[in-house]
């Protein structure tokens, strides 16, 4: 199969806009974590919660400036074998033994790098850093979230294998966009986690599960629709822009069965679980006594050429939606 013919190169367009689970739903993810977190650590992050939102997204505009960036967000786990799980070490010195770590980062890193960044958490919290606290908590958020999009677990990661080329930001972008108005956020309280690498691992798991379902339901709806029906075009940051359907999107989210719904409710449960673990792991500290650090210049200066990149438009590595 030619993956060229796959492409669509205005559907493209919009898709490269849209970050994994959508620059959307990244942030109302974050955002709606805070509130899972117990007495001790609630105003803390309450008092943060614009930079917790606005920088939920940091990891993907980091995927303009650093080649290194794109296989953290996810795993590709078909790639192992019929029965990945059993195949692939959870410990990374186990899997880089077994496999290679340039085999690893081919085939993506993300459950390694939710545990990295929840021991970076737990290192912050210990030197109450609120700098390093908020930065890590943010980008901890967001690979967990990533790890709850089902199309983050496969190399037919956006349908070009199987001619549904566009499925990756129509399932984690589209959908929440139009449809987490209806949605149920109240999840309940944070919980400890024994084993952050282990829960990773199970969060992987999981998604995988669906990502049968995800592309075999959008190919039996592509079936019954027109293609005159089946995209339409929308307004999106002042362009006119080719996209899926209300019509067809409505269609496929009701045949989801609450998929997107329950993922996104997961993903803001754990996201408030590992943040409230790492504070407990950190030895509980008072976080209203913290180091009230700004970013120096040598940060503020990457800061803004990462932003740079980022608004130049051309991601580094394997891109996430083409």
């Known amino acids: ?53 606005a920088h939920a997204v940091d990891p993907d505009k980091r995927r303009y400036s650093d080649s290194l960036e794109a296989p953290r967000h996810f795993l590709d786990a078909d790639r192992y074998g019929d029965r990945p799980f059993e195949t692939i070490p959870e410990k990374w010195n186990e899997a880089v033994a077994k496999f290679g770590e340039d085999s690893l980062l081919a085939n993506g890193t993300v459950p390694w790098v939710i545990e990295r960044n929840y021991y970076a958490l737990v290192k912050a919290f210990k030197e109450r850093d609120s700098l390093k606290i908020v930065h890590y908590s943010a980008d901890l958020g967001h690979y967990i979230g990533d790890a709850h999009v089902p199309l983050h677990t496969t190399e037919n990661y956006n349908g070009q294998l199987s001619g549904q080329t566009g499925i990756h930001g129509f399932w984690e972008s589209r959908l929440p ?55 339409g075009f929308s307004q999106r940051n002042g362009k006119l822009e080719r996209n899926y359907s209300e019509t067809f999107s409505k269609a496929y989210h009701r045949a989801l069965n609450g998929m997107v719904e329950k993922q ?32 120096g210049a040598e940060e503020k200066k990457k800061i ?18 083409e």
């Open 1 to 53: 199969m030619n993956r060229k013919v796959l492409r669509s190169g205005i559907l493209l367009c919009y898709l490269l806009i849209c970050g994994s689970w959508g620059f959307f739903a990244h942030q109302k993810i974050n955002h709606l974590a805070v509130f899972t977190l117990p007495r001790g650590m609630i105003k803390f992050y309450k008092s943060n919660i614009d930079f917790l939102t």
């Open 264 to 295: 996104m409710r997961a993903a803001i449960l754990t996201i408030g679980s590992f943040w409230y673990s790492a504070w407990v792991d950190a030895g509980q500290p008072n976080l209203s006594h913290l180091v009230r650090k700004e970013p």
């Open 177 to 231: 966009e139009l449809f987490s108005t209806e949605y149920d956020f109240v999840v309940g309280k944070a919980v400890y986690i024994e084993n952050p690498l282990h829960k990773a691992w199970e969060i992987v798991k999981n998604s995988y599960s669906y990502k049968d379902s995800v592309l075999i339901i959008e190919a039996r709806l592509t079936k019954q629709f027109p293609q005159d029906q089946k995209y």
């Open 304 to 321: 803004a050429a990462e932003e740079q990149q980022y608004l130049k438009g051309k991601a580094k590595g394997r891109p996430e939606n």
